[in-house]
């Protein structure tokens, strides 16, 4: 869990900038300063700019520092990077202190080579992550229980007036602690990059896909507000939705259980064999295909996630399919051969 580190003094405003202010500008200084930013970022960074008075002096002294030049990102980044993996397994507050250090330009330069392949830095600047296939319990100091689904990455701040968990990647279940340590208890937010959702009492999934992220409430109810300002919702017991920068939509159902992965197993009922496939995808590496003439495969059971071979394995017997590796990434799932 990460400590958080004193807000930065605007001296000549007079203004205090909290860390979470200069992290966004930065960010959007990577944005802004690498590649071709399209209207829609543009409009959105403008958005940013006027939604408080803070992310003006923030960009101030962020937005007006030069971009490391192109030529310059793979050694200074790489070189950026390798400092602050030396610090990746100290405590999260000197680590957050140390990077801060690092010079502006060299984070900038580190971000924008990194942008490649941006898992590397969102792994290095989070609390805890997941690889492919893990899966992770966290027990936090206010009560909440995490369980990280493979693949996942979090950022976690429980120092403040508020708790609040920034889901940067993947999927995560959420049960929120009573924060019976605190004086009085605190509201429980989470971040995602499309917006966030504020816990009322509950145990919730939030599940990150490319444009939108989907959220099953299982106990409670969960308010969540567009990242772009548009209605917000609140979700209830037994009901899912999707958040994106501008709305809240109704989500169907799935045809298993959106926590079974915090049991191991994906659970259900007449699930497509195309559906299931996809989502055992997501525990290993490499792709699996599914035949169009197999894929309306109706299939019903407990599937166990930690080895993902068995499982298509078990598929084999019991449903008229065949499996064949092509290599050890590639499985095809495709009509049953005849002897």
Avoid at 62 to 89: C, D, F, N
Wanted: aromatic letters at 8%; proline letters at 5%; a positive charge.
């Amino acid at each position: 869990m990460r400590q958080q580190a004193p807000p930065v003094v605007d001296v000549a405003a007079g203004r205090r900038l909290p860390e979470a202010v200069i992290d966004a500008a930065i960010i959007w200084g990577v944005k802004l300063n690498y590649g071709e930013p399209t209207p829609q970022t543009q409009a959105r960074f403008q958005r940013w700019l006027e939604a408080d008075p803070l992310h003006p002096l923030a960009w101030s002294r962020i937005g007006t520092i030069k971009p490391v030049a192109a030529s310059g990102l793979p050694t200074l980044g790489h070189a950026t990077l390798a400092a602050a993996e030396r610090l990746h397994q100290d405590h999260g507050q000197q680590r957050r202190r140390t990077l801060k250090g690092l010079s502006l330009a060299a984070l900038l330069g580190l971000l924008g080579w990194q942008l490649r392949d941006e898992l590397a830095w969102q792994r290095l600047l989070s609390d805890a992550s997941t690889g492919v296939g893990e899966r992770r319990m966290l027990r936090l100091g206010d009560g909440t229980v995490l369980v990280l689904n493979t693949d996942s990455v979090v950022s976690i701040d429980l120092s403040g007036e508020r708790r609040t968990i920034t889901l940067c990647r993947g999927e995560m279940l959420v049960t929120t602690g009573s924060d019976s340590a605190a004086a009085s208890k605190r509201p429980f937010w989470v971040f995602t990059p499309f917006g966030k959702m504020q816990a009322l009492g509950t145990r919730f999934v939030v599940r990150l896909e490319s444009t939108r992220a989907r959220i099953s409430v299982q106990q409670g109810a969960v308010a969540l507000h567009p990242a772009d300002g548009g209605t917000s919702s609140i979700v209830y017991s037994n009901q899912s939705s999707w958040l994106d920068d501008a709305s809240v939509q109704p989500a169907p159902h799935l045809p298993f259980a959106e926590d079974g992965f915090s049991d191991g197993v994906i659970a259900g009922q007449q699930i497509r064999l195309d559906a299931l496939l996809r989502e055992l995808a997501r525990y290993r590496r490499g792709y699996i295909y599914c035949d169009p003439a197999v894929a309306g495969l109706s299939v019903s059971g407990v599937f166990h996630l930690d080895d993902t071979d068995r499982t298509l394995q078990f598929l084999l017997q019991t449903q008229p399919v065949s499996v064949t590796y092509r290599t050890r990434f590639w499985v095809t799932v495709g009509p049953q051969k005849n002897s």
